[in-house]
Nanobody
Framework: VPLVESGGGLVQPGGSLRLSCAGS????????MGWYRQAPGKQREFVVI???????VHADSVKGRFTISRDNAKNTMYLQMTSLRPQDTAVYYC?????????WGQGTQVTVSS
């Protein structure tokens, strides 16, 4: 499996979670990386992406609350989520585009509920 995600779970509104996405060194010679999510009954949507020139683009719904980062030594990228809301409930997927090939994680469930 090219990308392995972890870190999802159940959290109360206003809480925080950090998702991780680990891959091989070859995959992380990347053109673009990002996080997406899919809520029940809805299409998959982008959350945040980082392009090869370092430009970060956030979905409006997560601006100021979600942060993407990367640890090159560990070939791992992260999604730090704060001030979580019930509408953030979804399966979250990491994505890496490397040498024109798109890789996806298996998805991790995030549930925001009291």
């Amino acid at each position: 499996v090219p990308l392995v995600e972890s870190g999802g779970g159940l959290v109360q509104p206003g809480g925080s979670l950090r998702l991780s996405c680990a891959g091989s060194e070859s995959i992380f010679r990347l053109d673009r990386m990002g996080w997406y999510r899919q809520a029940p009954g809805k299409q998959r949507e982008f959350v945040v992406i980082v392009t090869s020139d370092g430009t970060t683009v956030h979905a409006d719904s997560v601006k100021g609350r979600f942060t993407i980062s990367r640890d090159n030594a560990k070939n791992t990228m992260y999604l730090q989520m704060t001030s979580l809301r019930p509408q953030d409930t979804a399966v979250y997927y990491c994505n890496v585009i490397s040498s024109g090939i798109s890789y996806w994680g298996q998805g991790t469930q995030v549930t925001v509920s009291s």
